[in-house]
């Protein structure tokens, strides 16, 4: 029988934490729509728990048309309605016209939105967190990443939102020092 792992304090009060940290969290995410999907769920998570959103994400991804920017761009106000009916998902209009909103916004990117995204990862060696209470909540870089974002149009991605997009996505390894992913992620 294996031993019990040791994982950031976060990710272990429900299985669905425990998958979500020992298999996506924190590895390092490429493609447009992909890392649009983690920006549209982190913006519905602003305000709820996470386990909220990952229970309702098989959802999400059905009713934002797995979450294709093409395809999410496109949608009218028909479609936004019919998201706020949808009660699988966060009903939250703001948040729902955001998604359509950043998913035009992204659509607009010269270079795409991964490249735009990890074009602000910090560089070099950072001191990894010993424990939750020494994971900030910000960076500069994620201040610098809402910036720009709000600069070419995007909306409901405020620092605080981009630094855990960050941390979700590998750009930064916020795993603390004594867990088994701690420096694995990348």
Known sequence: MEAERSRCGWATSAPEYVAYHDEEWGVPLRGDDALFERLCLEAFQSGLSWI?????????????????????????????????????IVRNRAKIAAAVRNARAAQELPDGLSALLWSFAPGGPRARPATLADVPATSPESVAMAKELKRRGFVFVGPTTAYALMQATGMVDDHVADCFRAGASG
């Open 52 to 88: 909220t959103i990952l229970r309702k994400r098989p959802a999400f991804r059905a009713a934002f048309a797995g979450f294709d920017i093409a395809a999410v761009a496109a949608f009218t106000q028909d479609d936004e309605a019919r998201l706020m009916a949808d009660a699988s």
